[in-house]
DNA sequence: TGAGTATATACCTTACGGAGTATATATCCG
DNA sequence: CGGATATATACTCCGTAAGGTATATACTCA
């Protein structure tokens, strides 16, 4: 279970991290909004927190969680190595693989940093 | 399994997916450089394909697999919605910008697969 | 055609994780 | 204090997926 990539295979972990990612919430709030069992939360939330991606404090009688991103960012920077196959700007290394769909080589996007 | 994110939950997998980033390899490369059984390589193989992560062609007695980048271009897009909370510039400047990007008149649109 | 190589599949076993239910802990307020 | 609310934990059950081993299939070439 250990890893982020295996935290984030499960559905129910996947939309309360989405959740947060728009605002921190209560067990409560979560319960309410994904239709879900409180213990069924609480243990998600567990789950999430001994992997780092949430944090949570306590407001009063609750506890409000919220996104922590490192393991997410881990994610990402694995993803980083595959950019290549879906990213537009052909370059040599892209062009040495099997694409022979050149078609618009020189269409160019405004430059952005990725 | 059907998920792409359970997909990749799997260490293994991700070793494969890795290598065949950096190119086309057949089943006996992968299980030499990964030091895995035969049968295992297949069966993550198996499980790869069927989730549209890879492709094979055949080269004589071998098959050769290659990364299809699809299921990863979706995991790239959930992590989206977390991007603000590592990238440097959280300003509505380059939100707006991530738009305009996207609704750019490119012909390639992300496919969506249930 | 038959041996050899490369890959796939079948079968069994086992472990782990999620669901569900019940209960524990903690805090607030009247 | 005691009841109500909010959250966490314990425990059992069950499905699923990964590992291992054996075997099947497919292709090549002498």
Same mark, same amino acid.
């Given at each position: ?79 980083? #190595?595959?950019?290549?196959?879906? $990213? $537009? ?12 769909? #050149?078609?618009?080589? $020189?269409?160019?996007? $405004?430059?952005?940093?990725?």
């Amino acid at each position: 279970m250990e890893s982020a990539f295996s935290i984030i295979a499960e559905p129910n972990r996947r939309a309360i991290l989405s959740l947060l990612a728009a605002s921190e919430r209560s067990v409560g709030d979560i319960e309410e909004e994904l239709q879900l069992p409180q213990p069924s939360v609480s243990k998600h939330l567990r789950v999430l927190r001994e992997a780092g991606f949430v944090e949570s404090r306590v407001d009063t009688q609750r506890r409000l969680y919220r996104i922590k991103p490192e393991p997410l960012i881990e994610v990402d920077a694995w993803l980083a #190595q595959f950019r290549r196959f879906w $990213t $537009t700007h052909v370059d040599a290394l892209e062009r040495h693989l099997d694409h022979m769909d #050149q078609s618009r080589p $020189t269409k160019r996007k $405004t430059r952005r940093k990725k």
